[in-house]
């Protein structure tokens, strides 16, 4: 506790300050209310014997319960007054509690600032009390640099309380690095943190994520025996899990004796950071048979994998768990209910959770806005945008990604420049990476391959590699290999380990019949030790996930599989298949060729769904790359010849397949 330090006229506390001392010392134990009142009355009967030590005295207020803290400050007041007429302290007009309470109602900074301009202007200015509550104002309405000034070069010997509040003031303003910092400060100062401090700088560790500054703190947290705290433990689970650190999270997750929903929902969020959406799942699996009740944060985590995953049936199971644990579904959880019967291809039942949502805001109209962006369908991002709007809620920039979006799949490119200058214009939405990405491909797709080139010299952000690649990807649909020449360099240059882009490269120069090209670019990722990124698929049968590459012979029904596709191969000839040969970038010969096409991993996975589902089932399938014109053209042939809806989410969008047909009107 901090020695009182006291201004001229005060005099020595003596043998009754040193009881008061004793009271607050016990204040600091645990209290239960009987001891609390016997302390309080001996605290007050202790006041009216002498002068106030306003350091020492006011710091049994942060004890109390805000009852008594009252009744002790306004007997206070009466002391004050009895004193200053005493020491003839006359310039004093306004008693403490005033200043509190005052400090406590402060609706501005403005304010703030008046109120710091008197108490420093009135008998406590010195009061460590009052300046750590006045520095604690500062800190609510979000000025850390403020806080640290006292703590520093104001306040002498700040209490621990201040700087763990200023620690997670300047953590929670997103100031990573000044939260750290102050808490090294704070060390060199000779300060012993608590769990408090560690619950506040771990998650600025984890902001930053920086696992030097985490294991340093990590360290701090066992030397100052705080390694059994629970929720010092979660926030260093989040942190690792934050930083990639999977390993070490679920280590302290094993350990913990007892684990509650945060401390799963900590290592959850760091499963899915990581897209290992297959481990979130089973998480929450472990949990239920544990008995810890998720929230709506670890439903979120949950739909987010389901909605990666493509998982409907796992999603779906969710969402009755939701229901039937009558969770209450806030705004974030309803979105992200919409979003993932989005993004697992059901739209239908996207606009149903939609449509129940009584109270709409700008989360809940965005997420149906991109839902319906992602599957192609512009028109109803389109007048589903203007109905917010006429709602009177105000688009952002996510918003407008979504709408973009669907325009691009259309190819409505009148539309699409419209609202990027709408959004800038009307909306005061300056366009980012996002929105540039859809309008280029929007423009690549339609075969304004000049304008979108100018697009991207033009733009107000730093185009990335994936924008020139959207501008890449068109000059290889619209056979530009000029400018594609002039667009690898600028790829390169940001990206240069990337051996999608050396693939998309050597397959436009084997289109133009440049073998040696060709090999160049083989022999240049052969010498950069560039591996290409494997496609894979997806398919949810019975609530399980099959994952296919290409060429797949892992699964153990590989065998009715490959004999499944050679079947469909003859029947798709007697109803006019050709395969498309020129996707195959290969000097081959034919055979082969279509050998290599007809085991790409989307094939794989619908055989095995065909096989293993019920006439009439719907096939879900998720696809990391995008699908290619043949597949593209067999999964149509397929949907026609099994009489079967398939929906396919390739890298791009989704294409729903229905008797011979694609949604998007081969257009992607
Ligand atoms: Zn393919
Ligand atoms: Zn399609």
């Known amino acids: ?122 008998y406590f200015s010195n009061s460590v009390f009052l300046l750590t509550r006045l520095a604690h104002a500062y800190l609510k309405f979000g000025c850390p640099t403020v806080g640290q000034r006292f703590i520093i070069s104001i306040i002498k010997n700040p209490p621990l309380f201040l700087w763990n509040e200023t620690i997670k003031c300047y953590a929670r303003k997103g100031c990573y690095r000044e939260s750290i910092d102050l808490y090294y400060d704070m060390l060199r100062s000779g300060y012993k943190p608590n769990a408090f401090t560690f619950t506040f700088v771990l998650p600025a560790c984890a902001g930053l994520k920086s696992v030097a500054d985490g294991r340093r703190v990590h360290d701090d947290v066992l030397l100052f025996g705080c390694e059994c705290n629970e929720f010092v433990i979660t926030a260093l689970i989040d942190l690792y899990g934050k930083c990639g650190e999977l390993g070490v999270a679920r280590q302290l997750f094993d350990e913990m004796p007892v684990k509650k929903t945060a401390s799963c929902n900590a290592l959850m969020a760091g499963l899915v950071l990581a897209d290992k959406f297959d481990g979130a799942l089973s998480l929450f699996n472990e949990m239920n048979n544990l008995g810890i009740k998720g929230d709506t944060m670890t439903m979120v985590s949950v739909l987010q994998s389901c909605a990666s995953l493509g998982a409907l049936q796992q999603g779906r199971w969710a969402h009755d768990h939701i229901i039937r644990t009558r969770m209450g579904i806030n705004l974030y959880l309803g979105a992200a209910l919409i979003n993932m019967y989005a993004r697992c291809g059901s739209i239908e039942e996207a606009r149903q959770v939609f449509d129940k949502t009584p109270r709409k805001d700008i989360v809940t109209w965005t997420a149906i806005i991109c839902g319906y962006g992602m599957h192609g369908l512009a028109h109803f991002s389109e007048s589903l945008f203007l109905q917010m709007i006429s709602n009177g809620l105000r688009p952002d920039a996510v918003t407008f990604v979504g709408v973009l979006t669907g325009f691009s799949h259309n190819g409505l490119v009148e539309k699409g420049w419209c609202y990027f200058h709408k959004m800038r214009d009307e909306f005061g939405v300056k366009p980012a990476l996002e929105h540039y990405s859809c309008m280029v491909d929007m423009l690549g797709r339609a075969g304004q391959l000049k304008q979108a080139e100018e697009l991207i010299r033009k733009m107000y952000v730093k185009p990335d590699s994936k924008i020139w690649g959207g501008l890449l990807n068109a000059c290889k649909i619209h056979k530009n290999f000029k400018m594609a020449e002039r667009v690898v360099p600028e790829i390169l240059k940001l990206d240069p380990t990337n051996a999608g882009w050396h693939v998309l490269m050597a397959n436009i120069y084997a289109t133009s019949g440049k073998w040696d090209q060709v090999a160049k670019m083989r022999r240049n990722m052969k010498e950069k030790k560039l591996e290409k990124q494997p496609g894979w698929s997806l398919i949810e049968v019975t609530g399980q996930i099959h994952t296919f590459l290409a060429f797949d012979q892992s699964h153990k029904m590989s065998k009715e599989i490959y004999k499944y596709l050679e079947d469909i191969k003859e029947k798709m000839r007697v109803e006019g298949y050709v395969p498309e040969l020129d996707v195959v970038f290969e000097k081959v010969d034919e055979e082969t060729k279509e050998e290599m096409l007809f085991y790409h991993s989307e094939r794989l996975a619908i055989a095995f769904g065909i096989l293993s589902t019920s006439n009439g089932d719907v096939l879900r399938v998720m696809k990391n790359l995008r699908v290619c014109v043949d597949c593209h053209n067999v999964i149509k042939f397929i949907s026609r010849i099994a009489y079967r809806e398939i929906v396919v989410r390739d890298a791009k969008r989704f294409h729903h397949f229905k008797d011979g047909v694609c949604s998007c009107g081969d257009y992607w």
Do not use: W
Not at 92 to 107: R, V
């Open 1 to 122: 506790m901090t020695e009182g330090k006291h201004g001229d006229g005060q005099m020595a506390i003596g043998m009754i300050g040193e009881m008061r001392r004793q009271t607050i010392k016990r204040f600091q134990a645990p209290i239960d209310s009987l001891r609390l009142s016997i302390s309080v009355s001996s605290f007050s009967s202790t006041l009216r014997r002498s002068p106030i030590d306003y350091d020492g005295d006011l710091a049994i207020l942060h004890c109390l319960p805000p009852k008594q803290s009252y009744t002790i400050i306004d007997q206070l007041h009466l002391h004050q007054n009895a004193s200053m007429a005493e020491h003839n302290l006359s310039t004093m007009t306004k008693p403490l509690n005033f200043y509190i309470s005052s400090l406590q109602t402060c609706i501005s900074v403005d304010h703030l600032h008046q109120l710091h301009a008197q108490i420093l202007n009135s």
